[in-house]
């Protein structure tokens, strides 16, 4: 079983940034795509980026060019260098996995709000 830990969140001024990193165990993490969803007060979880093993990488449009995913297969981490934050970023930032299009696990989230 895959087990997902988030780190990095907090408070952060409108064009500030924040790293959040995720350590995952548990599993061998070969053919997992690891990735990061967000989830704002009273809207939807939705994707904000995901890698795959080999390192392919996708972002959501709100994110492109201001996020950026990386993971370290040996260390079994991934993170999310985030840039040019807007207080619409804020929202709670939820690490997952998924292998074949099937959800493994989702970490605990970490908060990440962004003021004026």
């Known amino acids: 079983q895959v087990q997902l830990v988030e780190s990095g969140g907090g408070l952060v001024q409108a064009g500030g940034s924040l790293r959040l990193s995720c350590a995952a165990s548990g599993s061998t993490f070969n053919n997992i795509v690891l990735g990061w969803y967000r989830q704002a007060p009273g809207k939807q979880r939705e994707l904000v980026a995901t890698?795959?093993?080999?390192?392919?990488?996708n972002y959501a449009d709100s994110v492109k060019g201001r996020f950026t995913i990386s993971r370290d297969n040996a260390k079994n981490t991934v993170d999310l260098q985030m840039n040019s934050l807007k207080p619409e970023d804020t929202a709670v930032y939820y690490c997952n996995a998924q292998k074949y299009g099937v959800v493994l696990s989702w970490g605990k989230g970490t908060l990440v709000t962004v003021s004026l």
């Open positions: 890698i795959s093993s080999a390192g392919n990488t």
